[in-house]
């Protein structure tokens, strides 16, 4: 089975999750209510976090970020997040809540980072974007297979496709990437 970690097509063949959460983007016009309505029938919370380059207040998205943790937390759910510019600040935060696991989408980051990320038993994903950047191909490179996750998220790239590049980047085939995978999906959820 080939998991797709974090997308926005909803046409894809991949398994996915289903997910609720307020971007950091948004967080102006939060509306923290519906995802409190919403929580108990998803996989994930998510796509939440703190985006540091946007024009939001940090204060804002800190608070933000916060109380969907804590809503995660309460609900025994996973999350996805969304990390720019921000990954002590996130790594801060993490600390003060016991989530069901906690996923880096579209990671983008030193091999340092994925090491400490792993090390806090944190998963980390892996997209079109991950090609573009030596850095972070040594991080995705890095990360134990056990941890990682692979995503299209906005990219119109098949799913196979970014799993093959992943695949022979880390040398090994596509299916023991698939299988792999698949074993830290059903870890979580």
Same mark, same amino acid.
Do not use: M, W
């Given at each position: 089975m080939i998991i797709d970690i974090h997308t926005h097509n909803a046409q894809t063949q991949a398994q996915t999750i289903d997910t609720v959460g307020i971007h950091p983007w948004h967080a102006?016009?939060?509306?923290?209510?519906? =995802? &409190?309505? !919403?929580?108990?029938? $998803?996989?994930?919370v998510g796509e939440i976090g703190l985006d540091f380059v946007c024009d939001v207040p940090r204060e804002v998205q800190m608070?933000?970020?916060?109380?969907?943790?804590?809503?995660?937390?309460r609900h025994k759910k996973a999350v996805v997040?969304?990390?720019?510019?921000?990954?002590?600040?996130?790594?801060?935060v993490l600390a003060d809540y016991h989530l069901?696991?906690?996923?880096?989408?579209?990671?983008?980051?030193? =091999? &340092?980072? !994925?090491?400490?990320? $792993?090390?806090q038993g944190y998963y980390?994903?892996?997209?079109?974007r991950?090609?573009?950047?030596?850095?972070?191909?040594e991080a995705m490179r890095s990360t134990p297979l056990s941890s990682l996750f692979v995503e299209t998220d906005e990219s119109t790239t098949p799913i196979e496709e970014?799993?093959?590049?992943?695949?022979v980047l880390r040398g090994i085939s596509t299916t023991?990437?698939?299988?792999?995978?698949?074993?830290?999906?059903?870890?979580?959820?």
């Open positions: 102006l016009e939060a509306d923290l209510s519906a =995802v &409190e309505c !919403a929580v108990a029938d $998803v996989d994930a608070t933000v970020f916060r109380a969907q943790l804590a809503l995660a937390e997040l969304h990390c720019v510019r921000a990954f002590e600040e996130v790594c801060k069901r696991a906690v996923i880096f989408h579209g990671f983008i980051g030193s =091999v &340092e980072q !994925a090491q400490r990320a $792993v090390k980390l994903s892996f997209g079109e991950t090609f573009h950047s030596p850095k972070t191909i970014i799993y093959e590049k992943v695949a023991e990437l698939a299988t792999t995978t698949e074993e830290n999906f059903k870890r979580i959820f």
